[in-house]
């Protein structure tokens, strides 16, 4: 591999799935929106899709999802009268690229039309400074005479899973920017794109029509010569804090980029994302594949990081289109938001500040999901308000074509406490209490609150059981006593009883009034006795294996080979009641072996090694979320060929894009950002052997045999490290700018960092 920061193909292949998959692979991002890999010329037939963050509608009993916004990088080239497109008209030669390093979309492709060769080329880019902007510059070559036409503006004629999703698309021409107003469906947000162009040649006319809002260049085009152009697109919405009318602002905003030029807006761009890599990148010497597996990755994490001060979240399909329903879910604070934590705190800040305003959703939730819930059950499927958009009905049969009851919404309790733990490590690693308290104190109660209010106390064994429920293994739903979820909901009543300690010591004030507040005070002694006597599933003491859940044993014994021969239709879904995993042990995702990683401090190697190679051969890894947790636990016990081959299973799982399209009925095809977090925690945590604790950052090395060394930067207390891990030793340099010296042991070797100063200690 010749350049390890750069995406190509030197192919376009004329088919619908490929277009989809190859939209993904080639997507940009900058938090705010999503710009599918797609040509310029192509429109919803080829699934353009321009994502908004935070944004969504519903149309009639469809299901709820983002909104796509009109495409305002549009730009399709005429040759002599005959319109020009990969689609439609034979291509000579054609290469199309993602840099990542400053997350720049390129493409080149030569048309064969009527005896000429027409050149295209384009560069792309959402500017990582100015979220709202996105810049283009356009260029066509002609190698003979030609007549030439360029139709470039607003595509209003937008593809939508689920939609239409704005109403009353408004085109018109202002100031010379073009504009497309519309507003959405469901609560009539106004949502505007304005288009200008920086062009010195040719003879312009406004065309309206096709739904689409557009300046028609025409000109005689010279044989050789290149006629290059500037495009520059801006979306607001009722969701940006402005001042003037949403229309105002866009077209603003096109006219200062175009003012400052393509050059500048490219620099402003070019440096924040100097900026993201300078945190974030991971070197691995020795790999090339494994480095740019792994480098895309974290590319695919840095283009979705909210934008500071939007308290928006991560959906699981990201800023890729509206594939499940651009939900947040679990996959934020257990796959992504680690990656954050370390490298990124402003960002992780961001993805936690959601679910504080999320609590009111979260609380309605629990109040109409069962009887007598009480406190935050927050939503499986997330959007902007926090309430649920899973449906009861969440998959279709391939079979019947009809909707199959499951129980994602109402028995996947996990997730408050996922929510819980995730607001308690972004306090330990960062020292910083003001998250608590602006809200995170008051979510980690309402979580404990909701746990308790589900738990049954059983008086004849003393302890409290989480009943009814489906933990990460969704093939088998509605099951007692599920080991993950047992051990997360424990987890979550000590951090409650732990928040209550710190703010009583240091902010006994704010408790008091936390307390009076939400009206907690007499449960606050309940939630000391449930982590006591909540049960969690135990080791067996003969295999040290973990039951899954109440029963698990009981089922039949398959493998995973023996249960997918038995499959009729390629997309059936294994679970739900009636599918085939439902009566044996094949399992979906990592479950108990999840819960080895996430509380890896409280189990032995020996017992995760049991529990590994029991669970690893009935995993059918029916999620992406799957493999990295096997990869973590396996580098733990030293399987570190396992390790690596299920890291680049999950490194590569977007960048390949080799990943199913339809599970049921129901289409996924998208981007797995929750993947790409935990490649970046196998390699960091897995290989690394990072732990971060409150007291010291400890590192046991376990580098895999093909790589000469690992280098990663982390943040620890609001200071920055560089680490550096080879086969005999870790070098660690602290930042000059840090605060204060900090402890790091590594492999049961302590050494301290003082700010400036490089250190070093061998570990064999």
Known sequence: MSNLWKVSTDRFTNEKESIMRNGNVYQIANG??????????????????????????????????????????????????????????????????????????????????????????????????????????????????????????????????????LLNLSPKKKNGALLVHAVTNEASKNVAIAEAVDLNFGKETHKLGNKKNLRVISLDAEAGKTYTFYKYFAVYTDNDPVKTSVNEAAINSVKEAKDLGYEKCLDKHNAQWTKKWEYCDVKIDGDDEA????????????????????????????????????????????????????????????????????LAGARRKAKTEGVGFRGAFYAWE?????????????????????????????????ISGDVAIAMWEYFKLTGDDS???????????????????????????????????????????????????????????????????????KHPGKL???????????????????????????????????????AYYKLKDTTVEELKARMIHPNEYLGAGQGLAVPTKVIKQADVVMMLNLFKDRYSKEIKKANWEYYEPRTEHGSSLSACAYAMVAADIGKLDWAYNYFLKTAKIDIEAKYKVYVGTVFMGGSHPAANGGAWMTAVFGFGGVKAGEEHVSINPRLYKKWKNLQFNMVYKGDRFNIKITKDDVAIIADISNKRKHTFIVSGKSIDCAPGKPSSIKYQ
Request: proline share 4%; charged share 25%.
């Open 32 to 165: 705010y929106m999503g710009y599918r890999g797609t040509l310029d010329e192509f429109g919803p037939d080829e699934l353009v899709g321009i994502t908004l963050a935070g944004i969504f509608d519903r149309v009639g009993d469809a299901w709820r999802e983002p909104v796509n916004a009109p495409n305002g990088g549009f730009i399709k080239v005429a040759l002599d009268g005959r319109e020009i497109s990969a689609r439609s008209t034979t291509v000579k030669n054609h290469q199309q690229s993602l840099n990542l390093e400053n997350a720049v979309f390129e493409r080149e492709t030569d048309y064969v039309s009527q005896g000429k060769t027409l050149k295209i080329k384009s560069t792309r880019f959402l500017s990582a400074d100015k979220p709202n902007l996105g810049v283009i510059k356009y260029s066509v070559t002609s190698n003979k005479a030609a007549k030439v036409k360029i139709s470039t503006g607003i595509d209003y004629n937008i593809w939508d899973l689920n939609g239409p999703h």
């Open 291 to 358: 480095q740019q597996a792994l480098r895309y990755s974290i590319f695919q994490l840095l283009i979705v990081a909210p934008v500071n001060g939007s308290k928006n979240s991560i959906p699981a399909r990201a800023l890729s289109g509206q594939v499940y329903k651009g939900a947040i879910f679990w996959d934020t604070e257990m796959f992504m938001f680690p990656f954050f934590l370390y490298t990124y705190p402003e960002k992780a800040v961001e993805l936690m500040r959601y679910r504080i305003k999320t």
């Open 382 to 414: 997330s959007q902007e308000t926090g309430d649920d958009a899973c449906t009861y009905f969440n998959i279709g049969d391939p079979f019947t074509k009809r909707d199959l009851r499951t129980h994602f919404r109402d028995k996947q309790v996990h």
């Open 435 to 505: 998250l608590l308290l602006e809200g995170g104190a008051e979510v980690i109660l309402e979580c404990a609150r909701f746990y308790y209010s589900y738990a049954y106390f059983k008086k004849d064994k003393n302890q409290y059981e989480i009943l009814d429920v489906i933990g990460p293994d969704e093939y088998h739903e509605r099951v007692n006593n599920n080991a993950f979820t047992s051990m997360v909901a424990k987890a979550t009543f000590e951090i409650a009883n732990a928040t209550v300690k710190y703010l009583k010591q």
């Open 512 to 550: 008091n009034a936390l307390v009076k507040k939400i009206k907690i005070a007499r449960e606050l002694p309940l939630f000391v006795e449930a982590a006591g006597l909540l049960y969690v599933p135990q080791p067996d003491e003969k295999t040290g294996v973990i039951e899954q859940f109440d």
